[in-house]
């Protein structure tokens, strides 16, 4: 099984091309190649697939080592495959995550998967779960437990405070989310006209 996991890495087609994946499929435990038309959703861990006369669209979704969330999808018409692709793949699986990566630039190489896949494509990513909310909190003060709010009109954060908030309460990006730099203001206190400094959990 392991065996055609990696070789399902090998495809020459893929969205998009030689943007390495930042996580793959867990090859160190026993892994299993999930078919879309068994109707449930992808687990960690699961390679995800959809099989045609055309060709094979597959993908999976991981989490990095900074704790984001990815979703990889990758298909191509069965003409886009080595003649030597599972004998490649047997050493890719017994080789390094540096073989791995040199093999995604060196086969990964078209811009969209093949059009003739897009109903495969769609069946795919239905089965797989969506990315997860993100979680953000007013950052850490130093050793105070507030932090300065500051007000917000027509999208523009002021620079003279409008109050405070705790330190870990819930920010609301999704109300109004504005980047200066490396510093993240969000919506607190429930409104979307009053941010303060916050992070992703």
Known sequence: ????????????????????????????????????????????????????????????????????????????????????????????????EADRAAAWTQYVIAQEIDARLAGDVAALVALMPPPPAEVWVVAKNSTYTTRPTYPVVNGIRGTASNGRVDVGAACDCAAVKIVSGTTTYCGVLGRADTVAVCTRQ
């Open 1 to 96: 099984m392991r065996k055609l996991l990696l070789s399902l890495v090998l495809l020459v087609a893929a969205l998009p091309a030689a943007a390495q994946p930042k996580c793959w499929p867990d090859l160190t435990v026993p892994a299993t190649l999930q078919s879309v038309q068994q109707g449930r959703t992808a687990k960690p861990g699961e390679i995800v697939y959809a099989a045609s006369s055309v060709g094979l669209v597959y993908g999976w979704h991981c989490t990095d080592a900074a704790g984001v969330w990815h979703r990889y999808v990758v298909g191509g018409p069965w003409t886009a495959f080595r003649p030597d692709w599972l004998a490649v793949a047997d050493a890719l699986w017994r080789g390094t």
